[in-house]
């Protein structure tokens, strides 16, 4: 038997776009209280039981792990833990205490100490993670100046850990991404006063999304969608920019059909 | 006759706020088309009329200029220059087209050139520009945690020319201030769902102001007033906190009462 593989599925629908796009069929194991959309889990663990749930994969010669959706530091109950957890606890109670990004590195870590490979949401499904080139719509001089621009607030953002997104229109950084996640900064877009939009005539403005310099792109890719797009419009904006490799696409085909539908850019630009 | 002052006005209420706090009189003169809130400027000009402007200045022995207030990038109507502009046309034509802190050099350069100092808010009015100091309310260790946060955020923000604030809760970056300005980030912050916020017992929050890292601090320094500190307590933080030397008081007294009385925070960090 050879390179099995499981899903570790937070909420969301990247999971099931995942297991869509991959190549072979993955395991797909969902942690306790986050339900990935359109998904039934083949299993579920428990933080509390994180051994029992290592034996499981193991038992069906699991070697690779992909990690897809959000999950939210879970919080652990002492009471739960099953008595086989004690090589993990320094691990994970320290993982818990510590930033999103040195969490989610211990996490890892803790898998890999086990034998699994860790590996990205490109390895499983190429496709999902596309590399540079141009898949709808055109881009005019203008798009190309406030894609570099966005690039360069989107690194300078990600250096300080605040978001993977920004707006920009006309060399204008209409918005940028905070915790509240791109959809509530695209609606933000979408409700400024006119008299503070630049004029489209002269460039129609986009959302450029990126990960944070130096991040593990094995984990926590920015993603785009169709109900991306559907906001990038509503928002007034001409198109997606992104980082070549470095964002995750759902549903690309009807991202791609219903961005030439309606005139609009989509940019996987070459960092 | 010894350093009469003339304050360039733009919009908003800045002018007014400099002109009641000002340790002499100066002379209110207004770019045509901006009027400053609550005070009848001495004096309207034109671009087009520069030169007339300058004698104007010069007749009246002022030696020293404060710009305050908000100016949007005027339109020069080729039909309405006066001849005597012919000398300055080469300055303003390029201030025109550059970047905004291109712009704004280019014309202090040319008041410079006219052998007047152009000097900051804090010359005519220190109490507006306050040092180091907690001015209202009680800091606590996760409020120093929040504030240097948002300064790291603030100061990488800048650099990218992108904004002059953010708001931090328990190390949460909430939003950053992009176009639309501080009063529209704090009005989101206002309407984040509840479970996107951190919970308040843990650390209330702050709104954190700095100028940009090497901005010439003669203008465009970011204001605070009584508005500010509404939208603030609005929002649900704790207080503001800013770049102690880098932001203008507007109407500190009622700022610092109005403070006092909600238990709110008013602190200008050293940076």
Redesign the interface.
Known sequence: MTDRTAIIAGSGSLPAALVAASVDAPLVCALDGFDPVGLVPDHRFRVEGLNLFLDWLQERAVTRLVFAGAITRPRLDPARLDPGMARFLPVLAGALQSGDDAALRAVIGLFEGEGFAVVGADALAPELVPGPGLLAGELGERDRADAGRAA??VA??G?????QA??VQQG?????E???GTD?MLA?VAA?PAN?RPDPVRGRGLLYKAPKPGQDRRIDLPAIGPETLQNVASAGLGGIVWEAGGAILLDRERLCTEAARQGMFLWARER
Chains 1, 2 share one sequence.
């Open positions: 360069g607030i300078a953002l250096a300080v850990d605040v978001g920004a707006v204008l950084c209409l918005a940028v905070a915790l509240p509530a933000a400024l503070l």
